[in-house]
């Protein structure tokens, strides 16, 4: 039926009906790729979910987003029900979609081709492996400005020099780890999530002197057209944006793990901490109107800046620690995916192309970008759309099927699941062209390439561009609450149900 078991990820990502089986002895270098696992390789429990989800959540980058909140013009008691929604959600819809990598034991975007069709999957494998890519660079540009923030603040160094040494040794880190590949990350992560754990709490205590309640509580309450603009924010800066990899994490579980504990695991190890990092961090940057403005340009430097100096090494190591799991996360999925869209290399080599990449990027970003928060915000939102609709359409697909996936015809365009599923791709398609005229640029100034977005608000009276000399701008409430990425997961997944069902089950009666 399959290869040998040490057969390499190359050979996987061409193989066709063999279905190919990965190796089931886990070695210092993960070589197993986009290839089934083998049986006696998926030992993992639901449990075992919880470290790499919460080590890559516990950042306090997750505090930068009270600032975000804040800016929709919400009050402290709107934003903070916003986050608690926006991220258990999120991170529940993650879940789901871990159960696939459960039934299938294979990569997310391997497993979503019972869905799109082995080559219609490239189509939102495309925009998932720019969204990974883009989500570890953004990681990796915050770590290299906290960096360049403190050894500014401890008058060790400054300028480019320290700039491109912690751009290259922060990518050194995450493409290392990556390399080494799944057994190596998942025992970093549970090492990790106490260490980052222990020192985001001391963090909170320190800071504590600055949070001003009566400062907090003062700020107006929004119209619910902004709760709502925020609502879509966070989830697509927190769950939304890691659920294109879930599966990757919950394929080396057992068959006969719980489909309920697959999501309980996952929601839990990805909330907890955001849920309190963001309320915290609401507290501070409603505190402080510097602050608040401090954190769109250096988010992790900002909140850095306000410790006392003992303090600032310590903290550096493990908020550097913590930006750099979220970051491993993302390259070592985004090389999965690569390899998914038919790049015929090692698993370890995919990583490390991607690594280049992210470096690149990061010394690009850091030394050319002004701005930092505007273009990642904006970009959160272009492919928060078709990512929001690849979700709908799984999601619903996941939730339609009663039995274990075909791992053969995962492989196989001749297969049950056929070479493309024009129900799914037109789906995603009509979604994201529906969904990009209902978001609008944010930050027309600081992400100009973005501005043909929002074309739908007008035909529709939701809103009207105003082209101010001083400034154009969207009026009407409805503008800015990014009604695109809800449409464009409820319509993905309201057709996947009632559209698919029917081809579902005579895929299920086909086994």
């Known amino acids: 039926m399959s290869p040998s078991p040490d057969s390499s990820?190359?050979?996987?990502?061409?193989?066709?009906?063999?279905?190919?089986?990965?190796?089931?002895?886990?070695?210092?270098?993960?070589?197993?790729?986009?290839?089934?696992?083998?049986?006696?390789?998926?030992?993992?429990?639901?449990?075992?979910?919880?470290?790499?989800?919460?080590?890559?959540?516990?950042?306090?980058?997750?505090?930068?987003?009270?600032?975000?909140?804040?800016?929709?013009?919400?009050?402290?008691?709107?934003?903070?029900?916003?986050?608690?929604?926006?991220?258990?959600?999120?991170?529940?819809?993650?879940?789901?979609?871990?159960?696939?990598?459960?039934?299938?034991?294979?990569?997310?975007?391997?497993?979503?081709?019972?869905?799109?069709?082995?080559?219609?999957?490239?189509?939102?494998?495309?925009?998932?492996?720019?969204?990974?890519?883009?989500?570890?660079?953004?990681?990796?540009?915050?770590?290299?400005?906290?960096?360049?923030?403190?050894?500014?603040?401890?008058?060790?160094?400054?300028?480019?020099?320290?700039?491109?040494?912690?751009?290259?040794?922060?990518?050194?880190?995450?493409?290392?780890?990556?390399?080494?590949g799944y057994h190596t990350i998942m025992r970093l992560q549970s090492i990790l999530t106490w260490a980052t754990g222990a020192m985001t709490i001391l963090f909170m205590i320190l800071t504590i002197p600055y949070i001003d309640v009566a400062a907090v509580l003062s700020a107006p309450s929004g119209p619910p057209q902004a709760m709502i603009g925020a609502l879509v924010m966070v989830m697509t800066g927190f769950g939304l944006g890691w659920i294109n990899i879930s599966a990757d994490w919950s394929r080396y579980q057992k068959r006969t793990a719980s489909d309920g504990s697959i999501v309980l695991w996952n929601t839990v190890g990805g909330a907890a901490a955001p849920v309190v990092l963001v309320i915290?961090?609401?507290?501070?940057?409603?505190?402080?109107?510097?602050?608040?403005?401090?954190?769109?340009?250096?988010?992790?430097?900002a909140l850095i800046s306000i410790l006392p100096l003992w303090a600032l090494v310590p903290f550096w190591i493990v908020a550097v620690l913590t930006l750099v799991s979220g970051a491993v996360l993302g390259i070592y999925s985004s090389g999965l995916t690569l390899i998914s869209l038919g790049i015929d290399i090692p698993r370890p080599a995919a990583a490390a192309v991607d690594g280049v990449i992210l470096t690149a990027g990061t010394i690009w970003v850091a030394f050319f970008a002004q701005n930092f928060i505007g273009p990642f915000q904006s970009f959160l939102i272009t492919l928060g759309v078709p990512i929001a609709a690849w979700a709908g359409i799984l999601i619903a697909d996941v939730l339609s099927r009663r039995a274990d996936y075909d791992e053969q015809a995962l492989f196989d365009p001749t297969g049950r699941y056929g070479s493309v599923d024009w129900i799914s791709v037109g789906t995603l398609v009509v979604a994201s062209v529906v969904g990009w005229g209902l978001v609008v640029n944010s930050f027309a100034e600081d992400a100009p390439w973005n501005n043909w977005q929002g074309y739908l608000l007008e035909p529709l009276g939701l809103g009207t561009f105003v082209a101010d000399p001083a400034g154009s701008y969207w009026d009407g409430n409805w503008a800015y609450a990014n009604l695109g990425v809800l449409f464009a997961l409820l319509f993905g997944f309201a057709v996947t149900w009632f559209a698919r069902r029917g081809r579902i089950r005579a895929q299920e009666r086909a086994a």
């Not at 915290?280 to 430097?301: H, T, V």
């Open 280 to 301: 915290f961090g609401l507290l501070l940057a409603g505190s402080d109107e510097e602050l608040n403005g401090a954190i769109e340009g250096d988010p992790i430097g």
């Open 9 to 180: 990820s190359a050979s996987s990502a061409s193989a066709g009906a063999s279905g190919p089986t990965g190796s089931s002895a886990p070695g210092l270098v993960e070589t197993t790729g986009i290839e089934i696992i083998a049986e006696s390789a998926r030992t993992a429990r639901p449990r075992d979910l919880f470290w790499p989800w919460f080590a890559a959540n516990v950042s306090v980058f997750g505090m930068s987003y009270g600032s975000y909140l804040l800016g929709f013009g919400i009050s402290f008691w709107q934003a903070t029900i916003v986050a608690v929604l926006g991220i258990i959600i999120s991170f529940a819809l993650c879940g789901l979609v871990a159960i696939a990598g459960k039934r299938g034991s294979a990569p997310t975007m391997v497993l979503s081709r019972a869905a799109f069709g082995v080559h219609g999957q490239k189509v939102p494998g495309i925009v998932s492996w720019l969204t990974s890519i883009g989500w570890e660079t953004s990681l990796a540009i915050s770590a290299v400005l906290a960096t360049a923030t403190v050894f500014e603040i401890l008058g060790i160094g400054a300028g480019s020099a320290v700039t491109v040494i912690a751009a290259l040794a922060i990518a050194a880190l995450i493409v290392g780890a990556s390399v080494l």
